[in-house]
């Protein structure tokens, strides 16, 4: 397969990174496996991995051409994902210690806020149009690709996101006492607060 898709190892290292670095999802993976334990977080990471992959199997397709036709669309999303994202980050930052030591459903996003947060972002869009145009070439080849591109995609981020859930049980340890939950509740609020804004001010 490598000898007819010489851009396939590439866009391993590419998926890597994309997925590993800190974003909106990596941080509510992690403050959710932090309140509510590692199970809580692996439907977000399923939701959110699964739904990217689907992107780029549609753009792949040719669905994402009306985003780079349509500027005005992309702004709507934009400001769409930017008030869902402070709007979780309102609830992550008012949350009540009680609430989090008693693992409250109400703040946890879910498999389908995961989700449906990859459809309304428009740089997962961008990220899955750049996948497109740079790894799956041209040819009678290239819907192949896209699959190949969108199944790889989905088995990195996996893992990726895993391992920001670990990082959140395993600092759970140190917030036992009201206060340090809090602190860390506020903290993940606010850090998610400037990852959904700095997308607005690039």
């Known amino acids: 397969m490598l000898s007819s898709f010489p851009t396939f190892l590439p866009f391993l290292l590419f998926a890597f990174v994309a997925a590993i670095t800190p ?15 590692l199970f809580a977080a692996v439907p977000i990471i399923f939701g959110a991995c699964a739904s990217a992959a689907i992107l780029v199997l549609l753009v792949g397709a040719g669905a994402g051409s009306s985003l780079t036709r349509w500027p005005v669309l992309q702004a709507v999303m934009q400001w769409v994902g930017v008030a869902w994202l402070s709007y ?3 609830q992550i930052f008012r949350a009540p210690v009680s609430a989090i030591n ?3 459903e109400q703040t946890r996003l879910g498999l389908l806020g995961a ?8 740089k997962t869009w961008m990220m899955a149009l750049a996948v497109v145009s740079v ?6 080849d290239r819907l192949l690709h896209v699959l190949y591109l969108s ?3 989905f088995l990195v981020s996996l893992p990726c996101l895993g391992a920001w859930a670990l990082l959140g049980v ?9 206060r340090a ?9 606010l850090l998610l607060l400037v990852s959904a804004w700095s997308s607005m001010l690039a």
């Open 115 to 122: 989700a449906g947060l990859q459809w309304i972002n428009p």
């Open 181 to 189: 939950m809090q602190g860390f509740n506020r903290c993940m609020a």
């Open 88 to 90: 979780l980050a309102w």
């Open 170 to 178: 395993g600092s759970s340890r140190w917030l036992r006492s009201p």
């Open 102 to 104: 008693a693992r409250n």
């Open 135 to 140: 790894f799956a070439g041209v040819g009678e």
């Open 23 to 37: 974003g909106p999802t990596n941080i509510l993976v992690l403050s959710n496996s932090a309140r509510f334990g």
């Open 151 to 153: 199944l790889a995609f």
